[in-house]
Every structure is written in C-alpha cells, then in structure tokens.
C-alpha cells in the first residue's frame, strides 16, 4: 500500500544508483542532503520578511532564521513555532529546511524560528539539546524585539528535530519557567534504542534505513548508556504529565512510525492531549517532499492548521 509517488521516488533513487547515507562520510552527507533538496521540495514561497539571527548558548553561538509569514502587518506581535530541523543529528541546517518553515509559516499565521544545533560527530550528544533548550528559552527572552507573543510559543521539528522538541518541553515542564503552548512532532525519534517492530518491518528499502539510523546514532551518541537518557529517548522518561498539547504524525513504511505512536500513547496516558495522525502509505521525510509526493502538502496544512488553531489568541 505504499502510495505511488513515494514508490515513484524509491524507484529513481534506485535507478541513479545514490549512495545511501551510512555510506557517506557525514562531510559528504551533509552536501548531498542540501544540493538534493531542490528535486523533492517545493518552491520557496514568499515571505513577509526573514531575519538571520544568533542565540547565545552553553556551548556558543546558535544560527537561526527568523520567518513572519506573507501578510503580517510589521508591528503585529505574532505567536511562535520554535522549530529544530531533521537529519539525525548529523546532516541538515537552516537551508535544508527552509521551504517547510516558510510554508508553515505562512499557512499558520504564525512567526517561525528555524533553530540550527551543533551535530555530531563534531559535538557529540547532549551538545544539540543544550542547543535547542538555549533557543528556546532565547527566544522568550527577547520575544518583544522580536515581535512575537511569548505566551504563545510552541515548539517543533521532524525526525531528530522531533525528537528534540520534545526533549525541550520536557526541559521546560521541568524548569517550570518557560511555558511552551505546543508540540509538533513530525516523526519524531523517541527511542535510541531502535527495537521496535517497525525497525524490523520497514528498517530497509523505504528510503531510512536501519543501517542509516545505526550511522546517525553512532556520530550523535558517544555512550551506549546514554541511550537510556531522557534527552535521547523522550519515550524512557517515566514521568511525562503536564506536558504541552501535541501532534504527533507518523509514516506508515517509516523505521520510526512505532516509536511516534508508542510516544503520542504515552503522552495520552498521562493525561496531556495529544493527536496521532498516520500517514500510512508514507515514507520517512515525506513532508518535505511536496514537489513529488502531493501528500506532503495535506501533512504541511494539517501542521499549519492545527498551529493557527492551538495558537490563536
């Protein structure tokens, strides 16, 4: 039941014979990542204006791009998705990512702060949740010059980015004093320790692989007993009440589609609202691949929807 367009996009890629991820230096990944975005993304919609900007952290500068989206008045103070890109904390950046954040941005209302973080191998875990954790609380901080509401701050990202906005409000519950609105999870990481039926099922063929995840957790994870480590398996932590509303969305041939699904039933069961929404017939990283699988596009706008909705005023 894979949907046609993502069978269409497996097909090509086997067909030019592209190396897979885990056989690529990340210096060569992370090239290949950016320079292959423009054959499966969407055209970069206009904005109403970005803003390149630095956050200071533990560990130093943190590069991020400020989005107000197509229409808003210059003096509106708007709410905020803080969102942390995908590519396993190894690969990616502000650019990788820039169409998703634009078309959020302006399908939502919403402002959106696209927040890069260290990556491995060159910083090893916990460096990219300093990082995200820093960010956000940044961005609170300097919400008035910034113009947006910060009350109405929400955190979000796809794959490791997932990941690690949930490992944000997480922080945030913990600290007490940076309240997030919501979480958009985007087939989030959840579970370093890749044991679930899903890994098995889908862990080859469907674009991620096992292999693939092994190379990306063994350039951000310098200790197997960090597996077991909140910040890099939301999903170990026992206590995940009073968390931020969530929508959680999965791909059905994706190897992390149960560790998405087992985190949304966690977040259920201890009493947050939380929404699960399977794309079944899809693979990992689709929704940023509008320009080939038009079901990115209905994922994209169920995204942007439910922030205009969990952010309105």
């Known amino acids: 039941m894979l949907h046609p367009h993502a069978r269409a996009l497996l097909e090509l890629i086997e067909s030019i014979g592209a190396p897979p991820t885990h056989e690529l230096t990340p210096q060569e990944a992370r090239k290949i990542y950016r320079e292959r975005r423009f054959a499966t993304q969407p055209a970069s919609p206009e904005v109403a204006e970005t803003r390149e900007l630095q ?6 500068t943190i590069p991020m791009r400020l989005i107000r989206p197509r229409g808003a008045a210059k003096d509106a103070v708007l709410p905020v998705l803080v969102y942390f890109h995908g590519g396993g904390w190894v690969i ?9 954040c634009r078309e959020l941005a302006n399908l939502s209302g919403c402002a959106v702060m696209s927040t890069d973080y260290r990556m491995g191998p060159e910083h090893r875990f916990p460096a990219a949740v300093d990082d ?3 960010a956000a609380y940044w961005v609170r901080r300097n919400a008035g010059a910034l113009g947006i ?4 701050l929400a955190v979000g990202g796809d794959s490791a980015g997932g990941n690690l906005a949930a490992v944000v409000a997480i922080a ?7 309240p997030i609105a919501f979480q958009l999870l985007i087939y989030p990481a959840t579970d370093a320790h890749c044991g679930t039926d899903s890994y098995h099922r889908n862990g080859a063929g469907y674009l991620l692989t096992k ?17 077991d480590d909140w910040r890099a398996s939301p999903l170990r932590r026992e206590d995940l009440a009073g968390l931020p509303p969530a929508l959680v969305i999965t791909a059905g041939y994706d190897p ?6 087992h985190y949304a039933q966690r977040l259920s069961e201890a009493g947050n609202r939380a929404t699960h929404v399977s794309f079944e017939r899809q693979i990992h990283g689709f929704v940023t691949m509008g320009k080939v699988i038009d079901e990115a596009n209905a994922a ?14």
């Open 132 to 134: 995200c954790v820093a």
């Open 300 to 313: 994209v706008l169920l995204c942007a929807s439910t922030l205009r909705r969990e952010l309105s005023p």
């Open 149 to 152: 509401d910060a009350d109405r």
């Open 256 to 261: 992390l589609r149960d560790e998405g699904l």
């Open 211 to 227: 292999e693939t995840m092994a190379y990306f957790y063994s350039h951000y994870i310098a200790d197997a007993a960090h597996k």
């Open 55 to 60: 956050a200071e952290g533990p560990h130093g």
């Open 172 to 178: 945030a519950r913990d600290a007490g004093d940076l």
């Open 92 to 100: 990616g950046d502000l650019d990788t990512h820039d169409t998703l």
